[in-house]
């Protein structure tokens, strides 16, 4: 009922008084105040006023499950929370548990967002989107690879789609954006010898951050800092959230190559000198291409051409972040 409440509210830019709500869903006045104090306390600013009513103010929309679901009607099955350590790690004890084939799991924030390598990845705010895919394909282990150049595709469509912002993905799992990391991707799997038992896909995008920890000041940037605007979290999440199914979809029916021609027009041009690190071993190298399998193939300084998985190696460009 509260959330029909908030429809009621949504539905127009004036105030409402307590009496047409409450007539309209057939419950009394106390019971209104009680549903726009539950909706407040879950972060909805609601203004009211004497003999006017009551007000939604949209300069600041919390993320709540009726924002995803206001964006996205299809079959992720979907598992919201307020604080997490991580949603990978918290992904990782839900595929445990169901038997669906697709959910996803999102968090207002995270006390211990996770990176590669056992990097750290910040994101104890309510200033992004912190959620992870989880997927239970019937493909076998040596293809997950593709799942985090999907997700690159699928979140760079969504950021031309609803910012108009031309993102460009940094291998393995980075885009970017002015030379700066907008969002980062960890995909991590369980798995046995030819089968998948599930395959979690982190997706860490920064949204409204005005400013960023002196650890990553100089790298990183958010929708907010590229674009002056404000975004409604539960809007981003349902986009993705179709963009995910169709990679999702390709994936299954066999339609990998699709996905990577895809990711090469989202890519940074190829022909960069990088360094890469290798445990303690750092090679210099220029990029070639990506194979078919989505392993980044390069040209080291003695010649030889190797081609690199993701879990691997770590890259960084000579000059600047990309
Ligand atoms: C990544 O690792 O970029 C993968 C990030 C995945 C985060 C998501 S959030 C939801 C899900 N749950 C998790 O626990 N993780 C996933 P990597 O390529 O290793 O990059 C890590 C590096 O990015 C750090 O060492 C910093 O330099 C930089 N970094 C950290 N926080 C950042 C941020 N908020 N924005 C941009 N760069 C950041």
């Known amino acids: 009922m509260k959330y029909e409440v908030l429809t009621m509210l949504y539905n127009t830019d004036k105030y409402l008084s307590g009496e047409t709500i409450s007539k309209k869903l057939g419950v009394s006045r106390t019971a209104i105040w009680k549903y726009i104090t539950l909706l407040r306390s879950e972060g909805y600013k609601i203004s009211s006023a004497t003999n006017k009513g009551y007000l939604l103010k949209r300069d600041y929309i919390p993320l709540t499950n009726y924002q995803v679901l206001q964006n996205y009607d299809g079959d992720t099955k979907l598992y919201f929370f307020n604080e997490v350590n991580s949603t990978n790690t918290k992904a990782k004890e839900i595929a445990n548990e169901i038997i669906d084939n697709k959910a996803l799991v999102y968090s207002r924030t995270q006390q211990q967002g996770r990176g590669r390598l056992g990097r750290t990845f910040l994101s104890n705010n309510q200033s992004g989107l912190w959620l992870s895919y989880i997927y239970k394909p019937t493909i076998t282990p040596e293809k997950a690879t593709i799942?985090?150049?999907?997700?690159?595709?699928?979140?760079?469509?969504?950021?031309?789609k609803e910012c108009q912002l031309d993102?460009?993905?940094?291998w393995p799992n980075d885009i970017i954006i002015s030379g700066k990391k907008l969002c980062g991707i960890l995909t991590e799997m369980s798995c046995e010898m030819d089968k998948i038992n599930y395959i979690i896909v982190g997706i860490g995008l920064n949204v409204?951050?005005?400013s960023f920890d002196d650890s990553i000041k100089?790298?990183?940037t958010s929708l907010y800092l590229e674009t002056?605007?404000?975004?409604?979290?539960?809007?981003?999440?349902?986009?993705?959230?179709y963009n995910m199914d169709n990679v999702y979809e390709q994936i299954i029916n066999n339609k990998?190559?699709?996905?990577?021609?895809?990711w090469k027009k989202y890519a940074l041009p190829m022909g960069q000198n990088i360094i890469i690190h290798k445990g303690k071993e750092q090679i210099e190298a220029t990029t070639i291409t990506i194979n078919d399998s989505g392993h980044l193939m390069v040209r080291e300084v003695n010649g030889e051409v190797n081609a690199y998985q993701s879990g691997e190696i770590s890259i960084r460009g000579i000059m600047g972040y990309s």
């Open 167 to 170: 993102a460009k993905i940094k």
């Open 256 to 262: 990998i190559p699709d996905i990577i021609s895809e």
């Open 218 to 220: 100089d790298i990183a």
């Open 228 to 241: 002056g605007q404000k975004y409604d979290r539960g809007l981003l999440i349902g986009g993705l959230c």
């Open 147 to 160: 799942f985090t150049l999907a997700a690159s595709v699928a979140v760079c469509k969504l950021l031309k």
């Open 208 to 210: 409204s951050q005005l």
